[in-house]
């Protein structure tokens, strides 16, 4: 699969994390949260920029975060950011 579409689904599925923490629904977030861990380690990390990269760390501190509406804040955030980001590669 190429990044592009990874990156529309992982935002897809952010998208529904953020959605499940602000509904309470923590089995549906955990769920969604390792399908993203999941299409994470199906890019081809060399083909993204270095600003990617950095976003993609942040993936891991989101279930550290004790907040729910800050898990759900960030999860909002990075989606809005990988869609971005997809909409330029190739």
Known sequence: ???????????LDLKRIALAYHAHSLKT???FLKEVMQRKTYLTVNELPEEALLLLSFLDNIPEEKSLIKRADDALMLSTLFISFSTRLP
């Open 1 to 11: 699969m190429n990044n592009q579409i990874l990156l529309q689904a992982m935002a």
């Open 29 to 31: 977030a955990e769920r």
